[in-house]
Structures are given as structure tokens and as C-alpha cells.
């Protein structure tokens, strides 16, 4: 894997709970961690290629339908 | 050769054009980078040695004879170029549209009228169809092309007897009898079109169509011939036909010339080399002028002025004028209009919408803030900005903005 990128979700009402259940087994998602206030979820995204990273969070927010209330995308640095 | 006067139709409304028709009528939209659809109609004449041509225009006129006023100020070849809206109000349809203008007919000094259709693109020698026409001691002749299977149901469709004599035509059968579509070119003796635009005129109960009234009624009483072409002709009816027939110039079995063997002239104004260093890649794509590429581009269409970022990729796209894509953003099957900004960090086209449309469209003027996921099969309407991306995601499928109530006529 050799690119990457940190996605930064802020909820409606928080529903936490539900939306690790949704994401944490879709393709791509290495990491994802609850936090304490806002944003209120990180998740690591990685894939072989942009294209491929790109069709895998869609992915993933699309499963989260009108949930999403904030949402930043961090990319990581490709340093390979 | 006789003398032979050029009739272009360009009033349509391009009314399945989505977003792309909404402000722009259909013979403007770009295609193929730097060019307008009209300017393959155009460049037909002039490479035709067709040097009179009058252009008919209705719906946004005022945005057509602009264009025109620009194609006709960087491509003064013809030796009469007019631009000619109706008189009053709008035109009935395609016939009482020539048939408006009888009197520039009239004075033309044409022995024969060429009638085009504006919105199509193709690349034909006219003085071919000429010989035909002669050849044939035709009263008209209509141009026409084979369409593969299940395409009938969106075309006028003609039958034809021996020597490609005409015997009859359909508009837009459901199951069709014959694969020859009536390309929208007419080739007629000047007396003989006049002649039936007045009858046809002073039928209140007639369409006041090419295709449905005026040829029907030419091939029960003349000789009207057939034309066959079989080179590269798209009728761009659609926001899926226009991706497909974008894609479809890069393609290596694309027989559209876009290599100087037949010349396109374009309205666009030049623009000066840009300064920027170049330091992008650029797959099977066509760049127009005044682009700078930092990303990476593949298979797709930059229209002039289009800037893509460094770290940026755009894949499978078509561009318009001035789109710029910011830093580490991902476009896919996507097409933005003129003067789209896509802020970094962003990924437009990509998800699983669950239609089977697979296109992205960006409206004109539209602002992406940057952190946004704009799925696949969006549409987000003309000059939608920041504010209304709420969520940062749009989900794929969905649409962004108010939809304008149907423009008026005038």
C-alpha cells in the first residue's frame, strides 16, 4: 500500500456506534478510532493507488448516507 | 459546380442536455477541446468550398450570434456569412425557420440550399453529395448514415428503392423497417424548396418540420434521393452520448480527423503560450491552449485554460473553458463546465450509485470546497457554491442546487 489518506467525520447526533459498525470492515479502512469531542471519528485509508483510494472512501461515506455532518480529507504523504 | 447557399440550422434547445444546455444553446457546447459543435458544421462548408452560409438562430440567440460574431471575426473565409434570428417571436419549426428567411433565399443567387443541422458532428465534403444530388437529376437529396441496432427509435428514419431513390420516412418509429438515419443534411433545388415551404407554410395543421412534413411530402411528389455517408457522424442527443462521443475522440479507432487533414476553425479566441512550467503527465488526452497540467491527466478533454494542480489527477474526464482542479484532487468520469472550481483535496466521480449512470456533471460556475467527496452519478447545478456542499460528502447519485424553471423563449 502506498498511499493514504485521514478522514476526519463529524456526525449527526454522534451516532458513533453506528458508524464504526459500518466502516470498519470496508475495503481500504486500516484504522479507525473514536475521539473525544470534535471531529467525532478518525479514519486511515489506504490503497495501492489514488484512483483505487478514492473509489474506497466514496465507498465507505456513501454506506454512511445523511450521517456525515462534517467530513475532512487529509491526505498522507507518498513518499515511496 | 452550381452556386449553393448553406442553411444551418442552430436554434435548437438541446432539451436532453441536462445542465450543459441550460444556458448555452446545443451548437455552442464544446467539443473536442478548443472547438464548439457548430464549428464541425462550419468547418464542412469551408472545407466544401461552400463560401455563402447563413446561420438560423432561436433558442439563447443572443449567446449564438456572440459565438458567431467570434467564429465568423477568427475564420473570415466565407465570402457571406449572415446570422438570421426570426423576424418576430420564435420560429414554428425547422422549415418555417428557412422558410422565414425566403427572401434572403431569393436574393441569394443560389440555383441550390444546403440544410444543416447545428448540433451534429461529422466531417463531410459536401461537393460529394453535390454530384450525387446532380448525378441523380434530384429535386433533394437527404444525407443519411447506417445506425447500428436499437438506435432507430431516436432518429428520423428514411426507406429507400432503387438507386437510393426515397419511398418513404418515419420519425422516430418505435421498430423500425430500415437502419438509415436522416443525418439532418437536405440538398434541394432552390424553386422546388420554395415551392413547398409556401404550401407547407399555409398549412395550419402542419409541424412545419423538415422531418416530418416537408420531405414526406417532397418524396410522394419528386425525385428525392438517398445519400449514403459512412464516415464518422454523432448526433449528440444526450449528456451519455456527448461522454461517449468525448471518449470516443481518443480512442484509436476514432475516424473523427483531428489532425489538420480536414481543417476545424474555431470561434476561440488564440491565447498566449502559457509561462508556467510543465512539469504534469499527459496520457491519451487532447490539451487545448492556455492549459497548465502540474498533475496528471488521462484519457480526457481540457478545453482552453483549464488548470489541473500539482499531485492532481484527472482520469476519463471532459473540462471546459477555465476549470481548474486544485492540489491532490481526483476527478473521475466527470464533466465540468466552464469556469468550475475544484478546491484541494478533493474526489469527484467515485462510488457506487446504484443507477448504472456513471457520469459526474458539474455545472457551470460551480465552487467544490475543498475536503469534498462528490460521488459518482452527481449532478450539482450551475452555480452552486461552497455553502450549499453541507455535509463535505455528496453521496453518489445525488443532485446539489434548484433546478431553474424551463428558460423562456426569449
New interface residues.
Given amino acids: 500500500m502506498n498511499t493514504a489518506v485521514y478522514i476526519l467525520l463529524t456526525l449527526v447526533d454522534r451516532r458513533n456506534g453506528d458508524a464504526v459498525r459500518l466502516l470498519r470492515d470496508r475495503p481500504g479502512v486500516v484504522r479507525l478510532d473514536v475521539l473525544e469531542g470534535q471531529p467525532d471519528l478518525i479514519v486511515l485509508f489506504e490503497a495501492a493507488d489514488?484512483?483505487e483510494?478514492?473509489?474506497c472512501?466514496?465507498?465507505a461515506?456513501?454506506t454512511?448516507?445523511n450521517d456525515?455532518?462534517?467530513?475532512?480529507?487529509?491526505?498522507g504523504r507518498n513518499d515511496s | 459546380m452550381k452556386k449553393v447557399v448553406a442553411m444551418i440550422l442552430a436554434g435548437g434547445r438541446g432539451k436532453r442536455m441536462d445542465i450543459l444546455c441550460h444556458a448555452r444553446p446545443k451548437p455552442a457546447l464544446p467539443f473536442g477541446g478548443r472547438f464548439r459543435v457548430i464549428d464541425y458544421t462550419l468547418s464542412n462548408c469551408l472545407n466544401s468550398r461552400i463560401d455563402s452560409i447563413a446561420v438560423l438562430v432561436d433558442h439563447l440567440r443572443e449567446e449564438m450570434a456572440r459565438y458567431l460574431t467570434d467564429w465568423y471575426g477568427q475564420n473570415s473565409r466565407p465570402r457571406f456569412f449572415r446570422i438570421l434570428p426570426p423576424g418576430s417571436g420564435s420560429y414554428r419549426g425547422t422549415a418555417d425557420a428557412v422558410y422565414q428567411n425566403r427572401h434572403f433565399l431569393e436574393r441569394s443567387g443560389a440555383e441550390l440550399v444546403l440544410v444543416l443541422a447545428g448540433d451534429h458532428v461529422y466531417q463531410m465534403d459536401y461537393r460529394q453529395m453535390l454530384a450525387f444530388h446532380q448525378k441523380s437529376k434530384a429535386v433533394a437529396t437527404v444525407g443519411v448514415a447506417p445506425l447500428p441496432p436499437g438506435e432507430a427509435h431516436r432518429f428520423g428514419i428514411v426507406h429507400t428503392g432503387e438507386h437510393g431513390r426515397i419511398t418513404g420516412f418515419e420519425e422516430k418509429p418505435r421498430f423500425a423497417r430500415s437502419n438509415l438515419a436522416s443525418m439532418g443534411i437536405y440538398l434541394f433545388n432552390k424553386e422546388a424548396l420554395l415551392q413547398h415551404l409556401a404550401e407547407d407554410a399555409a398549412n395550419p395543421d402542419s409541424p412545419h418540420d423538415f422531418g416530418y412534413a416537408i420531405m414526406p411530402n417532397m418524396s410522394r411528389a419528386g425525385r428525392v434521393f438517398a445519400y449514403q455517408f459512412k464516415d464518422y457522424w454523432q448526433d449528440i442527443g444526450t449528456t451519455e452520448a456527448y461522454y461517449e462521443a468525448s471518449m470516443g475522440l481518443l480512442s484509436s479507432r476514432s475516424t473523427l480527423k483531428m489532425d489538420g487533414q480536414w481543417q476545424l476553425f474555431s470561434g476561440d479566441t488564440l491565447r498566449s503560450v502559457v509561462s508556467e512550467p510543465q512539469v504534469g503527465t499527459v496520457l491519451n488526452s487532447i490539451i487545448s491552449p492556455g492549459c497548465v497540467v502540474r498533475g496528471r491527466v488521462e484519457n480526457s478533454i481540457l478545453s482552453p485554460g483549464v488548470w489541473v494542480d500539482d499531485?492532481a489527477?484527472v482520469?476519463n474526464s471532459v473540462l471546459m473553458d477555465n476549470v481548474s482542479v486544485g492540489f491532490?484532487s481526483?476527478v473521475?468520469q466527470t464533466i465540468a463546465d466552464e469556469d468550475v472550481q475544484i478546491g484541494s483535496?478533493?474526489?469527484i466521480g467515485?462510488?457506487?450509485n446504484g443507477t448504472g449512470r456513471g457520469i459526474t456533471l458539474l455545472g457551470e460556475g460551480v465552487t467544490v470546497p475543498p475536503?469534498?467527496?462528490v460521488?459518482?452519478g452527481c449532478t450539482i447545478l450551475p452555480g452552486v457554491k461552497p455553502d450549499d456542499f453541507t455535509?463535505?460528502?455528496v453521496?453518489?447519485g445525488r443532485v446539489i442546487g434548484k433546478r431553474e424553471r424551463a428558460l423562456p423563449m426569449f
Fill in positions: 489514488r484512483m483510494l478514492a473509489e472512501v466514496s465507498q461515506l456513501a454512511l448516507d456525515i455532518s462534517d467530513l475532512r480529507l487529509l491526505v | 499531485q489527477v482520469r491532490h481526483v473521475e483535496y478533493c474526489f467515485f462510488g457506487d475536503h469534498t467527496a460521488g459518482r455535509a463535505g460528502a453521496l453518489p
